[in-house]
């Protein structure tokens, strides 16, 4: 074996730490870079987890089950949908999660129901169940026999106050900006309001108006009314969220 010079050896050593050095650089360049790709696949899980909804909206009857039908034969499960689509949109548009429980003209469907009627309620008791935090607001149209009687009225689950301030910021809206002449009460749902009667989210039910008057069925048939509509109750459902309105007495 051949002996190196002091010269030699000294360049060795030389070469031999830059290469360390080098080694070392390229270490903490990779780890930086893997770093980085773990934290974007981090985000990019808890990005890709939904969020639970703010409000949920529920356009009443649907499918084989058309409600109550204006004189013209305007079917309520169409109008609620509109309805509900509009105060939806305008709940979006200033940040709100929406969930429905319908988009489309459908029943929905709950396991061991006797009935398709009691499957479709049973399903909206069930997104509001899994649900809990979030506010429920329904969407229906009024009839009597009696064609005279007309204007908007909100029901609330009993014994929740929630549902109680946020019935009354509803109607008052309404009556402020909609229906001047409205003298309609809030009034507490009772037993025969299937799904307020078997939830316990702050929730209310929205008779948006008769459809057995023809002049309110005619409006309640506009789009533009319906949006209007859409509006108002949008900004009682946001002045609800910011209040933090309580679930139950």
């Known amino acids: 074996m051949m002996e190196m010079s002091g010269k030699e050896t000294f360049s060795f050593l030389m070469r031999f730490l830059l290469l360390i050095a080098a080694l070392a650089a390229l270490i903490l360049v990779l780890h930086g870079a893997f770093a980085r790709l773990d934290s974007r696949s981090a985000a990019g899980q808890v990005s890709a987890i939904p969020l639970p909804p703010q409000v949920i909206i529920d356009p009443g009857h649907g499918g084989a089950d058309p409600g109550a039908l204006s004189p013209s034969g305007t079917a309520e499960k169409d109008l609620n949908l509109r309805v509900a689509k509009a105060l939806g949109a305008f709940l979006e548009e200033a940040g709100v999660r929406v969930l429905y429980t319908r988009t489309d003209d459908v ?30 607001v329904s969407i229906h ?34 009556r402020e900006h909609l229906q001047p002449d409205n003298r309609r009460e809030v009034k507490a749902a ?19 108006g008769f459809l057995s008057n023809r002049d309110e069925a005619a409006l309640l048939s506009d789009e533009t009314y319906q949006n209007k509509l859409g509006y108002v ?17």
Do not use: H, W
């Open 107 to 136: 029943m929905l469907t709950y396991p061991d129901s006797s009935t398709k009627k009691q499957g479709d309620l049973m399903g909206r008791v069930g997104i509001a169940q899994a649900n809990p935090d979030a506010l429920f």
């Open 141 to 174: 149209m009024n009839t009597l026999p009696q064609e005279q009687y007309s204007g908007l009225q909100v029901f609330y689950a009993r014994d929740n106050t929630g549902g109680r301030v946020l019935a009354q910021t509803l109607q008052n809206l309404v």
């Open 190 to 208: 009772g037993s025969s309001i299937f799904v307020l009667d078997r939830i316990e989210n702050t929730a209310v039910l929205v008779e948006c």
């Open 233 to 249: 109750l949008s900004r009682g459902v946001l002045e609800a969220l910011a209040g933090g309105t309580e679930q139950k007495n």
